[in-house]
């Protein structure tokens, strides 16, 4: 029994030194991990992506001169426009007037004004238009006037944010680099623009509509679109789920069982709407405006010219217009317009055409001959179908019909009233109007 104490105190050492050795040993493992390989998410673009200032284009620009009226709606004008913006700073911004005569303030000479469909918030708009206090600009407007009376003696400009809706008006001013480079680029080829004719109306804002007859081309696209697929793997968190169920020959169905692709394939129209994100939550203008441009500039949605034509801010739709050379392009067999409704920090509803208008058939191009504008305002104020004082707008378009395997581009005029569209037909207006050869 003698050595039962030796014992016990050999196997204590033993067990303390084995577990400072196992304890060592767990501290200095390092396991022969594989490398895990970062999963690279396929990036789905169906065109190119745009800049913001592509999307917040006017839809015209009208030049006072003289007592009289020039303007375009090309879109190398615009852009030599938004080339000079760039390089500007407007500063000493101010709120000068909260019931402008808008009127008088476009009508006066030497001055150059941007008509938009939409009131652009003024920090989204910076980005086309840089501002020396840009935290400040809370607020929006739809006309743009440059006023060019003091470029060339002092290389300034004053700028004119008008608001035809609210009534506002506020003033600012860009110094030029050279003020003669401006009115040699920019101011002296509006000359030779169409000229155009101030229609007046009691206690409402001017339409302006061009003089006299003037010719414009009609076009046949081919019908190209995009595959429906590839949306699904853009508005779907995982496309690998989601399965096409065909309802019948006009309507295929995709759901991943929270939300809904339906796509139109006769009029080649897609619908997306993820019920969850449904909100009422109030979003700043400037905000709305951002998140949906992203959106669909992400995956090159802007698959042509579309430009912002309205902003409904307390339902957080966002809708972008069709453009084509310059004109507005309008439809009743399919829809010209991207239309995006906001949610809770993601997309709500996703409404838009597939199809795209790149390849025109040269051979089947025509010359029509459009009536004057002073003919359809004449028509407009003695029809009973139409109440002249609730027209916004005057514009030529194009009207979109469609071929089995093209599109047809009507030149047309179009009367636009809270943001719905009419077609007026030279039937209506006192007859058929001939081509030109």
Do not use: C
């Not at 035809?164 to 001013?173: A, C, M």
């Amino acid at each position: 029994m003698k050595y039962v104490e030796q014992i016990k105190s050999f196997l204590l050492v033993f067990l303390v030194f084995l577990s400072v050795a196992l304890t060592l040993i767990i501290w200095n493992y390092q396991p022969d991990y594989e490398l895990i390989e970062e999963t690279q998410v396929e990036e789905v673009l169906i065109g190119d992506q745009r800049q913001l200032q592509d999307v917040l284009k006017p839809y015209r620009v009208l030049f006072r001169e003289n007592d009289a009226f020039t303007g375009t709606v090309s879109n190398g004008v615009l852009n030599e426009l938004y080339r000079n913006f760039i390089t500007w700073q407007v500063q000493d911004v101010k709120l000068i007037n909260t019931d402008p005569k808008m009127n008088e303030i476009i009508n006066k000479n030497n001055r150059a004004t941007l008509f938009f469909n939409e009131e652009i918030p003024m920090q989204s708009f910076s980005n086309v238009l840089p501002f020396v206090e840009k935290d400040e600009l809370d607020i929006s407007f739809n006309r743009l006037i440059i006023d060019w009376s003091n470029a060339e003696e002092q290389d300034q400009l004053q700028l004119l944010f008008l608001n035809t809706e609210k009534r506002l008006l506020l003033q600012g001013y860009v110094n030029l680099a050279s003020g003669q480079r401006f009115l040699t680029q920019v101011i002296q080829p509006s000359k030779n623009y169409t000229s155009y004719v101030e229609v007046e109306r009691d206690s409402l804002h001017s339409l302006y509509v061009p003089q006299g007859t003037f010719g414009a081309t009609k076009y046949t696209y081919l019908i190209d679109e995009f595959l429906p697929e590839s949306f699904k793997n853009i508005v779907f968190p995982d496309p690998s789920i989601v399965q096409p169920n065909v309802e019948n020959e006009q309507s295929v169905r995709y759901t991943d069982g929270t939300s809904l692709m339906t796509v139109d394939t006769q009029n080649r129209i897609l619908n997306y709407v993820y019920p969850p994100a449904e909100s009422i939550a109030p979003i700043p203008s400037s905000r709305l405006l951002l998140d949906s441009f992203e959106f669909v500039n992400d995956h090159g949605g802007f698959t042509s010219d579309f430009r912002l034509s309205s902003m409904n801010i307390g339902k957080h739709i966002m809708e972008y217009q069709l453009f084509l050379h310059g004109y507005p392009v309008y439809s009743n067999m399919t829809t010209t317009r991207i239309i995006t409704t906001w949610g809770e920090n993601r997309l709500f509803r996703y409404r838009r055409p597939y199809y795209s208008i790149e390849r025109d058939i040269p051979n089947e191009r025509a010359v029509q001959s459009l009536p004057s504008g002073e003919a359809v305002v004449e028509y407009l104020r003695n029809s009973k179908d139409y109440s002249f004082d609730e027209v916004d707008e005057i514009v030529v378009g194009y009207y979109l019909m469609q071929n089995p395997d093209s599109y047809i581009l009507d030149p047309s005029w179009f009367i636009i009233s809270d943001n719905v569209w009419t077609r007026i037909t030279p039937e209506q207006i006192g007859g058929v109007m001939n081509g030109l050869e």
